[in-house]
């Protein structure tokens, strides 16, 4: 695994995770690192922390939708006080777009879930991943709205959302724009 100074700026965004949000962060980037130079793919998933180390859950799921709803269901099932879900995606940035390990990441209560972003290259089946993530913008979180006792209208609702960075899993949609305010 290759880890160097890319060409693509991300804005650097001073994130207010606490050291337990910001550990698991780097686990996950860790994990979909290794498996893109290992296996090629990432299967999307969700790292919660559960007290004695991190929990990392692969999603069912070969459609963004699928993906999603399986990440929603996790995320009510579960309520962990916070999530990471990663995926392979991709950001637009100035200079076009870029493939990148994706992570939304959002504690309990928050109204939107923060997007990172660590862009790669890959030649030759060598993937080269930029030295650091940045923020590539906002997404809708995942927990269920205050109220309510099921996900499935939240499932529904929210198939239409927009992946922000990319999709998971073999499906890609609509880059958003690495222009996030700092």
């Not at 940035?93 to 504690?107: F, H, I, M």
């Not at 030649?123 to 650091?132: K, L, N, P, S």
């Amino acid at each position: 695994m290759n880890t160097t100074p890319g060409t693509t700026n991300l804005p650097h965004v001073e994130l207010s995770f606490t050291e337990t949000m910001r550990a698991a962060v780097e686990h996950a980037f860790a994990e979909a690192q290794a498996a893109l130079t290992s296996a090629h793919e990432i299967r999307p998933f969700v790292t919660f922390n559960n007290g004695g180390g991190y929990e990392v859950v692969a999603l069912a799921g070969t459609t963004v939708d699928e993906v999603y709803a399986a990440a929603r269901e996790l995320v009510a099932r579960r309520a962990p006080d916070f999530y990471v879900l990663t995926y392979d995606g991709f950001i637009e940035t100035p200079a076009g777009v870029q493939d990148a390990v994706t992570c939304e990441v959002a504690p309990a209560g928050a109204a939107r879930a923060q997007v990172l972003a660590l862009p790669y290259t890959v030649a030759d089946a060598v993937y080269t991943f930029r030295g650091t993530y940045g923020s590539a913008g906002t997404a809708d979180q995942l927990y269920p709205a205050a109220g309510s006792s099921d996900d499935a209208g939240a499932a529904e609702e929210d198939a239409d959302a927009d992946c922000s960075t990319g999709a998971p899993a073999a499906e890609k949609g609509a880059p958003a724009s690495a222009d996030a305010t700092a």
